[in-house]
């Protein structure tokens, strides 16, 4: 309607700003479905704002920027969508993942829980049915993945977070 105005959502100038910036990570990820959602969201988002929003917004586009790429060589995040749907409806996953140890082999059954993107590198967080034990995962590394009709009930008290911080603890990782 003509002159109808819609208050931008209760939300500060700068929680406008952050919305903005986070969704310019989500954006450099192509193979994501929800990379187009999290665009056309924004843009929906931004046609509603006043002006004073609009030029904050427009001025921490202009002015930040996030390079999400890997700082070593090119990643390689082919099966990102894949892992993303597999996590997000509990269902059991098979991929081939090369393997240093000849006791382990490349191909196994795994429960995924979760995706972490650290310096542009995607790994993933599963369990792994041949070790029996919660495995890190660098997704570029992944050569097939082959979504299985067999869903997991996922642990109850299994918290990716505070994984991932022990993880990166126990690695020498900078966090």
């Known amino acids: ?9 209760l939300l500060s100038t700068e929680e406008a700003v952050s919305l903005f910036l986070g969704g310019s990570v989500i954006q450099q990820y192509p193979r994501l479905d929800s990379t187009q959602a999290i665009t056309k969201a924004l843009a929906k988002i ?6 004073e929003y609009k030029s904050d917004i427009r001025r921490a586009k ?3 920027l996030f390079d999400m790429s890997p700082i070593w060589g090119q990643g390689e995040d082919t099966h990102l969508e894949t892992l993303k ?10 991929i081939t993942y090369p393997s240093h140890c000849q006791l382990i082999p490349d191909e ?17 967080i599963a369990f792994c049915h ?13 050569k097939a993945v082959e ?6 009930q996922p642990m109850a008290d299994f918290d990716i977070r505070g994984f991932w911080e022990r993880y990166i603890k126990e690695s020498g990782q900078r966090p």
């Open 85 to 94: 749907n597999a996590i997000l409806s509990n269902q059991k996953v098979r």
């Open 1 to 9: 309607m003509e002159g109808y105005k819609m208050e931008p959502m």
């Open 46 to 51: 931004e046609a509603l704002w006043p002006e």
């Open 108 to 124: 196994r059954v795994i429960n995924p829980y979760g995706l972490v993107c650290k310096g542009g590198v995607w790994n993933l």
């Open 130 to 142: 041949i070790q029996a034990a919660f495995v890190v995962f660098l997704v570029d590394r992944i």
């Open 147 to 152: 979504a299985l009709d067999e869903t997991f």
């Open 62 to 64: 202009e002015r930040i």
